[in-house]
Structures are given as C-alpha cells and as structure tokens.
C-alpha cells in the first residue's frame, strides 16, 4: 500500500486523524476499515506506522505505531520544466516524473506548443496536475510530493532561471549527451532538466536558452516524442544521480 501524505498537524500526541479527500479516499476507494496498518509521511519527511483505531464518514483515527526519519538527500534536487502537451500527454509526464521522484514540475508555455492554457482554467488545471503528482508519488513511496507550479512562458523562464545547473533537450544540434555532461553534486543545488513541445523549440527560445546559461544536451541521434524524451532524461539524469540503479 501506498505512503500517504500527511501534514504533522494531523498528529496529536501518538494518535494521527485523518479528514478531508485523504480520508475519503482511504474510506470510500480502498475501504480502509479498523486495525489495518497504514504508512504516512509528513512534511518534514517523518514516515510513520499507524493502525487504524475508527472510521467515520468524516475522519479515519488511528494511532502511532512507529515513527522513523527520512534519509538526508544527498544528490541535487531536479525541476523539471516541461513544455505543455496536448491531451493526456502531460498528465503522464507529470505522473511519470514524480515516480521519479522530481521535487519541482514546472509547465513552460512554449512557441511551438499546441497546448495555450486558458486563464480561467489554470488554477483547477494546476490543481488536477498536484492531485496526480501527489498520488504518484505517494505510490512509488517518495518522502514528499513534487510541486507542481502555474505555467510560465518559456521566455520568461530561459531568462530567469535560478538553477545550478539547466539543461536543456535539443535535437539535431551538436551537443553532449545527457550520459556524458556534469552535472552538479550538492544537496544544496538544483538542476533544471528542460523539455520541448510535440513541435520541438524555436530558434528564438533556443538563442535565450543559451544566453540564459542553459546548455543544450542530447539523447542520442534518434528523435523520441516529447513525453518519451522526459521520462527518459530524469531516468539517466537520477541514475546518475545516485537514486535509480
């Protein structure tokens, strides 16, 4: 079963309760009942063994078996900004990337893109994008959800980024491979993995990509779709990092 996420404020003494979706979900969609062993995790990356004591339509009590800290990160923390795709293409991307454990997902409105967010729309859409970044991470038991961040436009970003590191997927160019390039190495830093729409970039975002201290990087000579690029950058990117493999 999954780690779910908690906030500390949930804990009084040694008894945890529950309210809200979480509690409805562990109620209505797994039918969670009194005396099952449930795992949570709360912000400051305590992970805790709790049994479940009651369950009411509103609130899932349950009390504290164990507790036990998260392991200090070691590695860089990883932003993915992903340019906006059409249909459930992002939807996937956001799932994927927080199994792979990113701390920040960050949606890039980009000149190619065929996706344009609607104003009225962004805060429920954002909204949906936490609910499945949350979910995924909880399944593949990370210790702390992603952030999932309103979407910016890329020019915007190449410009103003304030990562350690930002690298930046560019096809047909003559660049280093994702395999090869350093990458930072302090728990302290953060590095920007930056993926393009269905139509690739423009020259334009490439020029401030460049003047904004990115560095263009390949996966190889063969053109992959733009969610397959992403989930396979993180995957190279956090093995080598040290949290895969």
């Given at each position: 079963m999954p780690a779910f996420f908690i906030s500390s404020a949930d804990i009084l003494g040694t008894t945890l309760t529950v309210t809200?979706?979480?509690?409805?979900?562990?109620?209505?969609?797994l039918r969670v009942k009194p005396g099952e062993v449930l795992r949570v995790t709360d912000e400051h990356r305590q992970r805790y063994q709790v049994r479940v004591s009651a369950v009411s339509p509103q609130t899932l009590t349950a009390d504290i078996l164990e507790r036990r800290p998260g392991p200090l990160d070691a590695a860089p923390t990883v932003l993915l900004a992903q340019a906006l795709l059409k249909g459930d293409h992002m939807d996937w991307v956001v799932q994927k990337a927080s199994e792979l454990g990113v701390r920040t997902i960050l949606p890039l409105?980009?000149?190619?893109?065929?996706?344009?967010?609607?104003?009225?729309?962004?805060?429920?859409?954002?909204?949906?994008w936490q609910r499945i970044a949350t979910e995924a991470a909880q399944q593949s038991e990370q210790w702390q959800p992603p952030l999932v961040l309103?979407?910016?436009?890329?020019?915007?970003?190449?410009?103003?980024?304030?990562?350690?590191s930002a690298l930046l997927l560019a096809e047909r160019r003559d660049t280093m491979g994702l395999a090869q390039v350093p990458l930072p190495t302090l728990p302290t830093d953060t590095?920007?993995?930056?993926?393009?729409p269905e139509g690739g970039w423009s020259e334009e975002e490439l020029s401030m990509a460049m003047?904004?201290?990115?560095?263009?990087v390949s996966l190889g000579e063969h053109i992959l779709r733009a969610d397959t690029a992403a989930v396979t950058a993180l995957s190279i990117v956090q093995s080598r990092l040290g949290r895969l493999g």
């Open positions: 809200g979706d979480l509690s409805h979900h562990l109620r209505a969609s409105i980009s000149r190619h893109g065929i996706v344009r967010p609607q104003p009225d729309r962004v805060a429920a859409q954002v909204a949906r309103e979407p910016l436009d890329s020019r915007s970003f190449f410009s103003g980024t304030a990562a350690t590095l920007a993995l930056i993926v393009g003047e904004g201290q990115c560095q263009a």
